[in-house]
């Protein structure tokens, strides 16, 4: 038998699921989070889950991990000096930002700049010029650099070093012998260089992608390099680590460690990947996921049941060029805080949240500002009257008198103070999941809501209602949901480059040609962690626009297609798409701006996960209270069910609360949840109420 | 005149009773509207000046014109009195024209697409946008020729137009106008792609309305007006003294040898209701200099601006304008007489915001800023390339924030909402010449304790023969520091050509033949410092000189002396900040670095150019 351990380390909790990939038996466990160092908790965890499950650690073969030591690195501004050069007459392309400043009409007046990552006085210039068609225009000056170089390893102040010059995205020669240099001054610090990291047209994003990618690499090396060790050392040195990359692949802990910027989003893609695993199971190909924590909400749509991928990552203010499933987060939560500004009496929910400390006014640790969790208790959403699985004690009076205070304010009654914070929270809500449905030409209407994360299954009937997406299901373990999303996933890398060509100027052929070049690059780092090419599958893209547009398109296509239909294979298709998109298509000047392989390899996981058995249960036997809460203006009787106790089939009819060890599910009134054959909880509308 | 809309549903609005909670809802599904019709413009717009730059402005009104989102104010009051026709559903108009809209837009390149919203029969809402077409026609390629003596040599102008009539495109309208403009794709597209944000956001307001119902729907948007009118009440109150305060900027020349141009303003209030005077402006220039001011959009300026500093989560419109009044002399450079050349006016424009900043700031001193980057500069370059294909390149420059309140000003960046610069490499890729320099200047920024940004140096090395053209300022007058601040250095234009030889260019010229080889140096200006240098921490000054934003001589404009090793000298410090505050001279609340007179006498000398005659 081998198993495989998924595990997510979070802000406040590591989550862990064991499978064993023959039988598809599952194991799960929660520990605190060891932010000092996060493989402390991982190890913690795997103790009690082997403990617990009574299976020898050296059976685990495979351990997935999805991390956010990259994010937090980027978050709290903690990552490496790092020090830049760039091309002559280039030295400030990060001061300059692309002139931008945010806000409105009048935004300058109030925008401070955030340090640059790589800060000017760590930056220089290499003496040297590329074309943009490729050809050398002036070569390196390779002494004055050399001379710099030590100059600036002379400050003793850094710790990671990135390269990025013009139009290296065409021909990366350059960057490559600046590089032979730089190793020679800087002999033991990690080196980046942008023809690398990210080999695509415009200088700006380029050179942040490469230094962020700089920026967070010491760390996430060393925090890869030690869990790798101690993983070895309990579970035996044929362990597997692979870490969850932000597009929802797994990388090898190597690759992970040398491209860390692909590990941005690394958490919510986890959540994204653990969503669909259910879903698809489920039946349901179409889904937007919404993952609501404490301080923010992260939204996705999957269609066909693959997740849109984005060409670029974001995290608070920063913004990389590196792909990643397309999650917007929105910073609400259910720790935002409620407040009303004196000149215009609004009703405003976020951005500032009460985080974990001193949190919501109900958990009385110090917090007094209402927040949107406080309203839920106030309307009975999160009973009060009854011990959660989390054990946290909530306090009704406290989270009242929060929401008293902005009730006065406004002065209206608690209770419509209450339902209006939880109404202007699931407004904004929709507003994220318009974001990824709407705007994109999608019709929420065409896919269920799948809800989790610590406060998504309590809100998540509600945008159901607001959205039209039906039906909405909140999938087993939707505290745990990551986990899961780390366990079910395959190890993936890709090769891409700036091609930008005229469709009318080339051939399919000259496109196969190109994409089998991309695809032997990608499956070298598979090579170099041990899968044969038998068990890799190759998929190719290409991103195509208009010529001169700035929207683009990733088209996936195969050789075979190419060779049937010729180029017409992506036109076509990106001008239904366009239409589909904006009510118009053009139907010539195409350009294929960016081509891709993205190279996976075939999963070991042959059984599907078994996380509820049984039949339809007698509710009595589920019931662990007797409640009521407010919804609509009114007062509603309801029961508590606890949902491990309920089998396939059963439903549930709205008003009810179903509670499990670390979330709560709200069924509305006119509702009912039926649980299907992988545990899902269906929720829908009740005809002729 | 005045358009008729046609309703097919004659039921009278009556008022909902509409609570708290959901107008905060409305307010933020039309926030996200908004949001929305950018969105769709950047992805489907063709040209790089609304794609990368970001030259473009939604809004969504009430039914009666009254803006409820969007930056710039309403359009829809001028185009109702302008244009004399029915408005039907399915109807989208289209027009150019600042004379024919009231100067909701101010030149002719910006082609405004409106959308009249209806729901059950009734009108409920507009939507509309603009954005800055590559070309427009008439006399020079980007169509803003600086020569231009009326506005029937700047282009194809288009009245209020239905573009499509009951939904149906008017082709031949179309193609009549894109016949006209040299770069008839990236307009067509850039078009379409208005047209697709207007009715994005038509589709939404048809969906709130459904959600909420007409009636809450048309009150809320009346609630949400009311918000803003009491919000700028208390606002006006706090920051418009009754006692008149004057402040006058200036455009510093018309590019025929006239100039500076005054602008004055004086404000003050009374009772409830902020007055602004431009009454002493100068008269309209013979040139395309002049900025058509519509009245409402300087309130929206005026009012974004301050409201900012109070409650920035505020969905900001149009609410107010019953508090502000606005007073422009006609026949001055803000209202000038038709036919007057209308299309340079971006620094005008620009320049408002100065003088906007000099006459609040009297009355609040602690809020106000420096002169910051007051324009948008543009470089026109065209010709044919190598494969004899014709090229179009419009280039926007960014330069130095100044100094504030908040802290220093950023570096080469753009003082309007949404602008970003072209990526060098996607200029490079596209058109033939290479970047060899795009860099902060340092120094540039006027000393301060707060410093100003610094200008930007671009040097455009030209690959193929062609023709360029220049519209910039602050040539000659400074862009001034405030609270003893110094001002912000100056721009220059500067050419090397191939055979050796170098000229200075005048800010605003067209026609200007240059040759492969040949490179451009634009420097934009610095923004004016804020407070008195020599209180600014010697070691921020010194990791200014080590990042290279200040150079060791120019930190010297600080009192600050730094050592070989780049720490800061103290006791040379001390002495040289003894010495400078002795000797500083109290310049008051502005440092224009000296009288129109002076800085005209020193022209030649200082800038390479003739100072400009008085006009």
Request: charged share 25%; proline share 5%; with cysteine.
């Amino acid at each position: 038998m081998t198993f495989r351990l998924g595990v997510d380390v979070g802000g406040t909790f590591t989550d862990l699921l064991l499978v064993d990939e023959s039988s598809g038996q599952t194991y799960m466990a929660k520990v605190p989070s060891t932010p000092e160092d996060s493989s402390i908790g991982v190890l913690d965890g795997i103790d009690r889950i082997c403990n617990e499950s009574d299976i020898d650690p050296k059976q685990v073969a495979q351990v997935m991990h999805g991390t956010t030591v990259a994010t937090n690195a980027v978050l709290t501004r903690k990552g490496a000096k790092v020090g830049l050069i760039t091309t002559k007459g280039y030295r400030q392309t990060l001061q300059v930002a692309r002139s931008f400043c945010p806000g409105g009409l009048g935004g300058w007046v109030s925008y401070n700049k955030a340090p640059l990552m790589a800060p000017l006085e760590l930056t220089i210039e290499a003496d040297e010029r590329m074309g943009a068609d490729g050809e050398v225009v002036s070569p390196l000056d390779a002494d004055t650099l050399l001379h710099d170089l030590k100059a600036l390893a002379a400050t003793g102040e850094v710790e990671a070093l990135t390269i990025c010059l013009l139009n290296s995205y065409v021909n990366g020669a350059h960057e490559r012998a600046v590089r032979d240099v730089a190793e020679k001054v800087f002999t033991d610090i990690p080196i980046s260089i942008s023809s690398d990291v990210v080999p695509e047209m415009q200088e700006y994003e380029r050179t942040e992608t490469t230094v962020v990618n700089s920026y967070v690499r010491p760390q996430v090396s060393k925090y890869v390099t030690n869990l790798k060790s101690s993983l070895e050392e309990r579970l035996g040195d044929d362990v597997n680590l692979a870490i969850l990359r932000s597009d929802g692949g797994l990388a090898s802990a190597r690759a992970a460690a040398e491209s860390p910027v692909n590990m941005l989003m690394s958490g919510p893609a986890g959540g994204v990947a653990g969503a669909m695993y259910f879903c698809k199971r489920g039946g349901f190909e179409n889904i937007l996921t919404f993952d609501m924590g404490g301080t923010s909400t992260d939204v996705a749509l999957i269609q066909h049941g693959e997740a849109r991928i984005r060409r670029e990552t974001r995290v608070s203010d920063i913004t990389v060029r590196a792909p990643s499933v397309d999650v917007r987060t929105i910073g609400a939560g259910g720790g935002s805080i409620a407040f009303v500004p004196e000149l215009t009496k609004a009703l405003r929910v976020g951005p500032d949240s009460a985080g974990a400390d001193p949190g919501p006014a109900a958990y009385m640790k110090g917090g007094e500002a209402p927040t949107v969790c406080d309203a839920n208790v106030v309307l009975g959403y999160l009973p009060s009257d009854v011990k959660l699985g989390g054990a946290m004690t909530i306090n009704r009076d406290a989270a009242e008198k929060a929401v008293q205070s902005l009730a006065d304010a406004m002065g209206i009654e608690l209770m419509a103070a209450a339902e209006g914070i939880v109404k202007i929270v699931n407004e904004s809500m929709l507003g994220a999941l318009r974001l990824v449905s709407v705007e994109q030409g999608y019709d929420p209407r065409d896919f269920a809501l799948v809800g989790f994360g610590g406060a998504g299954p309590l809100h998540v009937n509600a945008l159901g209602i607001l959205s039209g997406a039906w039906p909405v299901i909140v999938p087993p373990g939707p505290g745990v949901l990551c986990a899961y999303g780390d366990a079910t996933t395959q190890i993936q890398d890709e090769a891409s480059k700036t091609y930008v060509a005229k469709v009318e100027d080339i051939s399919a052929d000259d496109l196969m040609k190109e994409l089998g070049v991309l695809r032997d690059r990608a499956g070298e780092s598979f090579a170099a962690d041990g899968i044969a090419a038998d068990q890799q599958e190759v998929a190719y893209q290409a991103d195509i626009r208009y010529a001169g547009q700035a929207f683009q398109l990733s088209l996936n296509v195969t050789n075979e297609e190419l060779k049937a239909k010729g180029l017409a294979v992506l036109t076509d298709e990106f001008d239904r798409q366009h239409e589909q998109l904006f009510t118009f298509a053009h139907g010539k000047d195409h350009e294929i701006v960016i081509i891709r392989a993205v190279v996976k390899a075939k999963s070991s996981l042959t059984a599907d996960l078994k996380e509820v058995s049984g039949s339809a249960t007698d509710l009595k036997d589920a019931v662990i209270h007797e409640t009521r809460f407010f919804y609509e203006q009114d007062w509603h009787d309801a029961s508590i069910y606890e949902r491990e106790k309920l089998g396939v089939g059963t439903v549930v009819d709205g008003p009810a609360i179903i509670q499990e060890m670390d979330s709560t599910t709200l069924v509305l009134p006119g509702h009912a949840a039926t649980v299907d054959k992988v545990g899902n909880l269906l929720i829908n509308p009740v005809k002729g109420v | 005149m005045t358009a008729q809309i046609i309703e097919t549903n004659s039921m009278p609005w009556e008022t909902a009773d509409v609570d708290a909670v959901t107008v905060d809802i409305i307010e933020n599904a039309l926030r996200n509207v908004r949001e929305e019709m950018d969105a769709v413009l950047f992805r489907t717009a063709m040209s790089p000046g609304i794609r990368e730059q970001g030259d473009c402005f939604p809004m969504v009104a009430n039914k009666d014109g009254k803006m409820v989102v969007g930056q710039f104010g309403s359009f829809i009051h001028g185009f109702m009195e302008a244009y004399d026709g029915d408005i039907e559903e399915g109807d989208i108009i289209l027009t150019n024209d600042p004379y024919m809209c009231n100067a909701a837009v101010s030149h002719l390149p910006d082609w405004i697409v409106l959308v009249p919203v209806f729901n059950n029969g009734r009108h409920i809402a507009w939507s509309a946008m603009f954005g800055h077409m590559s070309d427009n026609g008439g006399m020079v390629p980007g169509s803003i020729p600086i020569k231009a003596e009326t506005i029937y040599q700047e282009g194809i102008r288009i009245p209020p137009t239905k573009l499509y009539k009951k939904g149906v495109l008017q082709e031949d309208i179309l193609e009549l106008i894109l016949h006209n403009v040299r770069t008839t794709e990236w307009n067509r597209f850039d078009l379409n792609a208005l047209v697709a944000a207007c009715r994005t956001a038509s589709k939404r307001c048809v969906e709130i309305a459904e959600r909420f119902g007409d009636e809450v729907f048309q009150t809320t948007m009346q609630i949400m007006l009311d918000r803003n009118l009491e919000a700028m009440r208390a606002i006006i109150q706090m920051f418009v003294p009754e006692e008149p305060s004057y402040f006058e900027d200036f455009v510093c020349d018309d590019g025929v040898g006239k100039g500076p141009y005054k602008i004055a303003c004086t404000m003050w209030r009374e009772g409830d209701v902020a007055i602004f005077d431009f009454e002493g402006t100068d008269p309209q220039a013979k040139s395309s200099i002049n900025f058509y001011m519509n009245e409402e959009m300087f309130k929206m300026f005026f009012g974004s601006f301050t409201i900012n500093l109070f409650d920035p989560h505020i969905l900001f419109n149009d609410g107010f304008y019953e508090l502000v009044d606005v007073r422009i002399p006609q026949g001055s450079l803000l209202k000038p007489n038709f036919p007057a050349a209308l299309s340079g006016r971006t620094h005008a424009l620009g320049r408002i915001f100065d003088v906007m900043g000099g006459v609040l700031g009297q009355g609040a001193p602690d809020a106000m800023n420096a002169a910051g980057f007051s324009d948008s500069p543009h470089l026109f370059y065209s010709g044919y390339d190598k494969k004899g294909e014709w090229f179009q390149l419009f280039q926007i420059g960014f330069g130095g924030i100044p100094g504030r309140p908040a802290g220093d000003g950023p570096d080469g960046h753009s003082l309007w909402p949404g602008f970003t610069n072209v990526p060098n490499e996607f200029i490079e890729a596209y058109f033939p010449l290479r970047i060899v320099k795009y860099e902060p200047i340092a120094d540039s920024g006027g000393a301060g304790l707060h410093r100003g940004g610094n200008g930007l140096s671009v040097a455009y090395e030209f690959l193929v023969d062609g023709d360029i053209a220049i519209h910039d300022d602050r040539w000659l007058t400074y862009p001034w520091g405030v609270r003893g601040g110094d001002p912000g250095m100056r721009s220059t234009k500067r050419i090397e050509r191939a055979d050796g030889t170098e000229e200075w260019l005048p800010a605003k010229c067209d026609g200007v033949k240059v040759k492969e080889g040949d490179v451009l140096y634009f420097n934009t200006w610095g923004g004016g410092g804020w407070g008195n240098p020599l209180e600014r921490d010697a070691d921020l000054v010194a990791f200014d000189a080590r990042r290279g934003v200040v150079s060791s001589d120019g930190a010297q404009r600080y009192g600050v002396v730094i050592a070989a090793d780049g720490s800061v000298d103290t006791g040379a410090t001390e002495k040289l900040r003894a010495e400078m505050a002795a000797s500083k001279v109290d310049t008051g609340l502005f440092s224009r670095g000296g009288t129109i007179e002076e800085i005209k006498a020193r022209s030649m000398e200082e800038t390479h150019l003739p100072a400009p005659e008085a006009p």
